[in-house]
């Protein structure tokens, strides 16, 4: 498939988005932290106020049932930016497993504007590293990349009452740049039509910062730590070009072994210059090498794209 030019890439993604489509947990009180820590896949109860990772949040079988930006806003208040459709059985989930710990949780969206920072509007810096200015967190997120070009990608986040920088109140980038930028960054968060089909791994997360393998337990922790450990690894998520519509959820196949899928589509977007459509689909290995094709071993053959980091290394 032909590919943007850089020029072409970099003009399309450059701005501010509007992202009606995600939302926020609050987690407030002395034991916020300490809670979220054992429950999340990454450590909280080290992480600096002011700053941000990313973190996902698994089942008993290590199968994400959600993941997010963590940002600690102040000693005793997190916040978990998430998809919202995800958000309200989220914050179900977690409430369950609060008993006596000293916090509340709540559906914060509303007190909170969150928008994403595209090329110029995003600052340079190390993926996660975050800015504060007033009561405005701004989060380096992975960049956008197609072949060697890569654009800057940010999340801003502010009170609802919190004024807006002039230059973001131009017409918005439509929110279907923002998951284009997204895929091509090969970091998603979680939403409703994968709820539990993956390990972190087979997202990448664990190359990305959203697994720490050093802290304490956590639900499934078992799982992820021994799928990484003891070299078990079979799926890994890939960047994928495709000729054809793909949706979150839909199923991949290999002619090597036609009967069943191999892979699941985890996110994808439409280019905007009509070429067809970028997406991130995590399958098998072998699979991955012997190509993969959309919807039925006799689909559309989906072509592999380089991911913009590095995985790691089986430990």
């Keep these: 498939m032909p590919q943007p030019q850089a020029a072409e890439f970099t003009a399309l993604l450059d701005g501010v988005c509007l992202l009606p489509h995600w939302g926020v947990i609050q987690a ?3 034991d916020a932290a300490s809670f979220l820590h054992n429950q999340l896949t990454n450590d909280v109860l080290l992480l600096p106020v002011g700053q941000a990772r990313l973190a996902a949040f698994c089942n008993a ?3 994400m049932q959600a993941s997010f930006v963590v940002v600690k806003t102040a000693p005793d208040t997190v916040l978990l930016v998430m998809p919202q459709d995800l958000l309200a059985q989220t914050l179900k989930r977690l409430s369950m497993f609060v008993l006596r710990a000293k916090l509340k949780l ?3 969206t509303a007190q909170w504007q969150l928008r994403g920072l595209l090329g110029a509007a995003a600052p340079s810096g190390s ?3 975050t800015t504060v200015e007033g009561a405005a967190h701004t989060v380096v997120l992975y960049p956008a990349a197609l072949g060697d070009v890569q654009v800057p990608r940010a999340l801003w986040l502010a009170p609802t009452d919190a004024p807006v920088p002039a230059a973001w109140r131009t017409p918005a980038l439509p929110m279907e740049r923002w998951t284009w930028a997204e895929v091509l960054s090969a970091v998603p968060l979680l939403t409703q039509p994968v709820f539990e089909a993956f390990v972190p791994q087979m997202l990448n ?3 990305v910062g959203g697994v720490n393998f050093k802290k304490g337990c956590y639900p499934g922790q078992e799982v992820v730590a021994r799928s990484q450990f003891r070299g078990t690894l079979k799926r890994r998520m890939a960047h994928v070009a495709s000729p054809v519509s793909l949706v979150v959820g839909q199923e991949v196949f290999t002619p090597a072994d036609p009967e069943q899928a191999c892979g ?3 996110l994808s977007a439409a280019r905007p210059d009509g070429q067809g459509w970028d997406a991130l689909v995590s399958g098998t290995l072998d699979s991955m090498q012997a190509g993969w094709h959309a919807g039925s071993a006799q689909g559309e053959p989906l072509e592999l794209l ?3 980091y590095a995985l790691l290394d089986d430990l």
């Design 28 to 30: 407030q009180g002395e």
């Design 61 to 63: 079988k290590g199968r």
């Design 106 to 108: 709540s559906d914060a």
């Design 127 to 129: 993926p996660w590293a």
């Design 205 to 207: 997360y664990e190359s």
């Design 264 to 266: 699941t589509v985890v």
């Design 306 to 308: 380089p991911l913009p």
